[in-house]
């Protein structure tokens, strides 16, 4: 444990240092505090010694930070016609319920544009920044890497500024896919992606996928083919009238765009493909849109709710103690549902 002993009386200790003396995540300290959720007695009674060496008192460092503090968050999240709302509000959901734990209120931005940034920024109307759907080369990074505001990005662009960024492993996910299905048998498989708008702007998530899908399709010496693709019926005929139209056999699809998922089965029917005796189909969503369908699909969840907890503790930790920027990626798991079998 860090040695506090030689801490100046004058400096009041944070909820960073108390973290750090119990060995714990700022999140839980604050859990402690509030009663919000249930912590072990282990827990519990580790987090309230270091809170008495540092004699840490939230109220007076709260009245400490008062005069320079709103206790707001800004969230950007434009709404982009090539996103799935769905998923960004369990981001949303995940950023607010987590930024209350800490007593703090969530501004919410949706324009696309730094102006609204340096704005909300210049202005004091918030303590710190989350930003989501990043772009490979974000126009509103730099303006970000200039503020004195901590920011923290859900996503990884090619250049984040000495920002701290957290997302999910959108390569590593395509990867795990590709692996099973290979171990399944399958031989030839089909990328069905993001929205076409989505890939041109260099959404990071979608890159990512992606690549990492021809990466380890070309490792594992896999037929692949990729399409992008809109969320309606009528673009996903035209994306399965191309997979299966080529000269090699394609037994799997490597499924990364929610919107398809209600209307994929009626339409994989429509060429007399039944999942999984015919074609198996392994799918990039959330667990609760992978597993509300009749018969759930196999699939590499997007933690949401993880990646927006992750956010808020960075942005708190970096408002507490001027931490080094941060990359934390979350590595994938796969969850086998009723839509994947060995390659008949």
Known sequence: MMDMSNRKASTAATISDVAKEAGVSTSTVSYVMSGNRPISKETREI????????KYSPRSSARALASSRSNVLGLVVPLRADVNVGVVMQFVTAV??????????????TQ??????????????????????????????PVLAKLDKPAVLIGMPDDPRGLSCVDFDFAGASRTAVRHLVELGHRGIAFIGSPPASLRRHATYADRA?????????????????????ANSKDLARAL????????AIT????????????????????????PEDISVVVIAPADVATSAFLPWTAVSIPAMDIGRAAVEMVMDRLSLAKPAELRLIA????EGASTAAVR
């Open 241 to 248: 009238d191309k997979v299966f139209a080529g000269p090699e």
């Open 112 to 141: 696309d544009d730094a102006g609204s940034i340096e704005r909300v920024t210049s202005q004091s109307m918030v303590d710190g920044l989350v930003m989501m759907d990043i772009e490979a080369r974000d126009p509103r990074i």
């Open 252 to 275: 799997a699809l490597l499924v990364h765009n929610e919107g398809l998922l209600p209307i994929l089965r009626e339409n994989l029917a429509a060429h007399s493909l039944s999942v």
């Open 96 to 109: 607010v319920t987590t930024a209350r734990t800490f007593n703090q209120d969530v501004l919410l931005l």
């Open 332 to 335: 994938p798991t796969l969850s």
């Open 210 to 230: 992606l690549r990492g899908f021809e990466e380890a399709c070309r490792e594992l010496e896999v037929t692949h083919v990729s399409v992008a693709c809109e």
């Open 47 to 54: 987090v309230e010694a270091a809170m008495r060496r540092l």
